[in-house]
């Protein structure tokens, strides 16, 4: 059973500061990892991809990924009230003979103004 | 790009009738999803296909639920008959490449009553 792991929150921090997120999968041969981000009532929208080990910056977003620990985070710099919303952490697995995403079940994120 | 297009945004039916939902991928995308959101379950894949075959069905509940992919432009995910327990909001994601990024159409709100 391939699992995703999240921590649900609510992760409450203030503006301006950074929101650290984190993920673990269960899956060694995963291969491609994602953030998504769904504000209540819409559908998830990517905001990272990463698949090597290391980090990966994109504006105020930073994914970090860590095979051997079998772990993802996502760093969000500046954090503005409109980054309010619940962040999944999703994989894929090829090797398991599909290419689903498994999803994690969300960290809600709160930025206080 | 307009993105994933899906219809109907919102659907109230009741306990047997049949429903329909559509979905019209990104063009170019060879692969279309179909996920169901709850807030029990979190995402969960129903199906999915490449250049319009279904790949892995593993996730549709049972026999009531089938989705069909006529041509590289249009999906279809029926529930014959509806059942409560089938509320939730069901997406469709396409993406270009399977272990790539997966895009969400807007969903569908499904209400069975």
């Known amino acids: 059973q391939k699992e995703v792991e999240q921590n649900s929150g609510p992760l409450s921090v203030p503006e301006g500061a950074i929101a650290s997120l984190n993920c673990t999968y269960s899956d060694r041969g995963s291969q491609s990892f994602f953030w998504y981000r769904q504000y209540s009532g819409k559908s998830p929208e990517l905001i990272m991809s990463i698949y090597s080990n290391g980090d990966k910056e994109d504006g105020r977003f930073t994914a970090q990924l860590n095979k051997a620990s079998q772990y993802v985070s996502l760093l969000i710099r500046d954090s503005q009230p409109s980054d309010s919303a619940t962040y999944h952490c999703a994989v894929i697995d090829p090797g398991a003979g599909s290419y689903q995403l498994t999803f994690g079940k969300g960290t809600k994120l709160s930025v206080i103004p | 790009d307009a993105g994933v297009i899906q219809s109907p945004r919102h659907e109230v039916t009741e306990m047997g009738q049949e429903v329909t939902l559509r979905c019209k991928p990104i063009s170019g995308h060879d692969y279309l999803f179909w996920y169901r959101q709850t807030m029990m379950r979190g995402l969960e894949l129903l199906i999915y296909?490449?250049?319009?075959?279904?790949?892995?069905d593993s996730g549709m509940p049972e026999d009531r639920f089938s989705a069909k992919m006529p041509n590289a432009s249009f999906s279809t995910l029926k529930i014959q008959p509806s059942e409560p327990r089938d509320s939730a909001v069901y997406f469709c994601a396409s993406s270009f490449n399977g272990a790539g990024a997966q895009y969400f159409g807007p969903g569908t709100r499904l209400t069975v009553l």
């Open positions: 296909f490449n250049n319009n075959v279904p790949i892995d």
